[in-house]
Every structure is written in structure tokens, then in C-alpha cells.
T-cell receptor, first 116, second 114 residues
Framework: AQKITQTQPGMFVQEKEAVTLDCTYDTSDQSYGLFWYKQPSSGEMIFLIYQGSYDEQNATEGRYSLNFQKARKSANLVISASQLGDSAMYFCAMREVGGATNKLIFGTGTLLAVQP | GAVVSQHPSRVICKSGTSVKIECRSLDFQATTMFWYRQFPKQSLMLMATSNEGSKATYEQGVEKDKFLINHASLTLSTLTVTSAHPEDSSFYIC??????????FGDGTRLSIL
């Protein structure tokens, strides 16, 4: 069965510094997709970044980058130059590519607090 | 802008009431939509997969008769919480996936049953 693990319930980071949010996954599938979503206190889920299992390069989207280490089954999110508005819950998720349902499996989330 | 619209954003109602939540894909057709439930400070738990024109697929432990799902068109799925009770109070959020993109989420519905 697929599983996503986020071991950091909460993280603090100083404004303008970089922070890494950990995510490890477990799957027997060869094709899968990894996602990071941000959930502010208002509740909406905001898509941040995607990494396909066959992508050779690490995904980057602006200040977000995904440190994908396939052999270790890890997909850590790196946020550079943290901003106060980055304070939120962050969820790592995995989807089986080509599966019948394309459903996402979520980790338990990491609460990030950016300090001024 | 939003590509998935969820309505209402907040519902407060009496115990025993049935509540309907709508999820619409705005710019694309979604043959599959997903319904999640999230308790405070917890992760999203998939409740069911909504399939256009056929029965929804429910996750283990989710009562089909309690949480009715209808996906009558390619852009609309509805979740009805029947005879809601206080323990059904939660944050419900839907998502839909465009053909090649990530899943896009609605803004969620905070359901409070008094």
C-alpha cells in the first residue's frame, strides 16, 4: 500500500531563510507522482509543486524546489527566502500515475511558522 | 483564478438536518472528483471518489448511506451529509483533476452541526 510520511509536525524558520520540509514515501509502483500543497489557516489547498517518478531533474517553481531522491524515497520541499505569508500547513501527497482513480494519498502535514 | 468551486463555504445547522455540498470544475471537465474530510490539525482523509455517470467509490469505513455522492455531469459533484449529527462536524473539501495537471481543490466547506 502507498504511504506518505511527514515526520515534522511543526517547524520554525526565520524570515528570509531557507527551510526544508521532509517527506518520505513508500510504494511498489514504478510510476507515481509526488505533490506538495500548502494549506493556510483559511483552509484552501494550494498546489505548489509536482515531481514525476521518471523526472530526472528536481522540480522547481519559483521559491519552491523539490529535492527528489528516488533511491531514498524522499521528496523534500525546500522553500527559499521564507516570507511571513509562507506560514501554513504543508502537505506532501502521492498519486499513482495511470491508476484507475488517480487519488492522492496525503501525509500528516507540517505546520510551518515563519518568524520575523 | 479558482478552477474548482465549492459551495457553501460554511454551514451551521441543527442535528438531523441533511446538508448538500457542491463541487464544480470551472474550466475543465472532470470525470472524476474526490471528496476529503479533514478534522482540526489533521491531514486530509479521502472519503470517496466520485465518478461521472456511475456510482461513487467509497473508502473503507465511510458510510455510503450517510454520505451520498452524486456526479451527474462532467462539471458537478455533490456530497450530501444525511441526517447530520455533531460528530459529522468537520471540514469537507473536494478536488478535481484536469487531464494532465495536478488535482485542484475547492476552498472547502466548514460544517458545524449543533
Amino acid at each position: 500500500a502507498q504511504k506518505i510520511t511527514q515526520t515534522q509536525p511543526g517547524m520554525f524558520v526565520q524570515e528570509k531563510e531557507a527551510v526544508t520540509l521532509d517527506c518520505t514515501y513508500d510504494t511498489s509502483d514504478q510510476s507515481y507522482g509526488l505533490f506538495w500543497y500548502k494549506q493556510p489557516s483559511s483552509g484552501e489547498m494550494i498546489f505548489l509543486i509536482y515531481q514525476g517518478s521518471y523526472d530526472e531533474q528536481n522540480a522547481t517553481e519559483g521559491r519552491y524546489s523539490l529535492n527528489f531522491q528516488k533511491a531514498r524515497k524522499s521528496a523534500n520541499l525546500v522553500i527559499s527566502a521564507s516570507q511571513l505569508g509562507d506560514s501554513a500547513m504543508y502537505f506532501c501527497a502521492m498519486r499513482e500515475v495511470g491508476g484507475a482513480t488517480n487519488k492522492l494519498i496525503f501525509g500528516t502535514g507540517t505546520l510551518l511558522a515563519v518568524q520575523p | 483564478g479558482a478552477v474548482v468551486s465549492q459551495h457553501p463555504s460554511r454551514v451551521i445547522c441543527k442535528s438531523g438536518t441533511s446538508v448538500k455540498i457542491e463541487c464544480r470544475s470551472l474550466d475543465f471537465q472532470a470525470t472524476t472528483m474526490f471528496w476529503y474530510r479533514q478534522f482540526p490539525k489533521q491531514s486530509l482523509m479521502l472519503m470517496a471518489t466520485s465518478n461521472e455517470g456511475s456510482k461513487a467509490t467509497y473508502e473503507q469505513g465511510v458510510e455510503k448511506d450517510k454520505f451520498l455522492i452524486n456526479h451527474a455531469s462532467l462539471t458537478l459533484s455533490t456530497l450530501t451529509v444525511t441526517s447530520a449529527h455533531p460528530e459529522d462536524s468537520s471540514f469537507y473539501i473536494c478536488s478535481a483533476r484536469d487531464r494532465k495537471g495536478p488535482q485542484h481543490f475547492g476552498d472547502g466547506t466548514r460544517l458545524s452541526i449543533l
